[in-house]
T-cell receptor, first 112, second 112 residues
Framework: GAVVSQHPSRVICKSGTSVKIECRSLDFQATTMFWYRQFPKKSLMLMATSNEGSKATYEQGVEKDKFLINHASLTLSTLTVTSAHPEDSSFYIC????????FGPGTRLTVL | SQQGEEDPQALSIQEGENATMNCSYKTSINNLQWYRQNSGRGLVHLILIRSNEREKHSGRLRVTLDTSKKSSSLLITASRAADTASYFCATDAQGGSEKLVFGKGTKLTVNP
């Protein structure tokens, strides 16, 4: 099956810093990637839809200036959490689509 | 929002028993999917059932879909300790959107 990777798998940062998370489709090209956020013991909430070569579409309530998404190629999308705060600590999961969604393994972000 | 609701939220059974999890959703769908998530990990796709299907099997998994009640069930037969995980249903909206809306999930614990 199609493989999606995320890097890093875990990151701890200080409050106020920015963190970049990469999502790559390893063996296929994905015109669309999705970014989700998951709080402990909760479900996945869609943050944004990332399309190659165009601006991301953010879900209601998600700050686009806070969560910067870049989809530079058909195999790479990045999510940058800017000026991170402790409340941004969460599990971030991406998915890439080619007829169906394939999910990455997730990135655990902890902001101190 | 058409976020699905799983019930029960948590289920604890003994190895060998069957586990049934239910999911309800709010709007018309094309497909409904079930995913599994081990603690702190990404999602594993289990099974997809289309809106014109009523039942589907895959190994020890049996999924039903009742579009009139906007509900689905996932049955895991002859459970194993390795089935311990959280299980989520996800629906897509009619109209060609690739977005998935996830339910709240059921945490299944299978005791050896």
């Amino acid at each position: 099956g199609a493989v999606v990777s995320q890097h890093p798998s875990r990151v701890i940062c200080k409050s106020g810093t920015s963190v970049k998370i990469e999502c790559r489709s390893l063996d296929f090209q994905a015109t669309t990637m999705f970014w989700y956020r998951q709080f402990p013991k909760k479900s996945l909430m869609l943050m944004a839809t990332s399309n190659e070569g165009s601006k991301a579409t953010y879900e209601q309530g998600v700050e686009k200036d806070k969560f910067l998404i870049n989809h530079a190629s058909l195999t790479l999308s990045t999510l940058t959490v800017t000026s991170a705060h402790p409340e941004d600590s969460s599990f971030y999961i991406c998915s890439a689509t080619v007829r169906e969604q394939f999910f990455g393994p997730g990135t655990r972000l902890t902001v101190l | 929002s058409q976020q699905g609701e799983e019930d029960p939220q948590a289920l604890s059974i003994q190895e060998g028993e069957n586990a049934t999890m239910n999911c309800s959703y709010k709007t018309s769908i094309n497909n409904l999917q079930w995913y599994r998530q081990n603690s702190g990990r990404g999602l594993v796709h289990l099974i997809l059932i289309r809106s014109n299907e009523r039942e589907k099997h895959s190994g020890r998994l049996r999924v039903t879909l009742d579009t009139s009640k906007k509900s689905s069930s996932l049955l895991i037969t002859a459970s194993r300790a390795a089935d311990t995980a959280s299980y989520f249903c996800a629906t897509d909206a009619q109209g060609g959107s690739e977005k998935l809306v996830f339910g709240k999930g059921t945490k299944l614990t299978v005791n050896p």
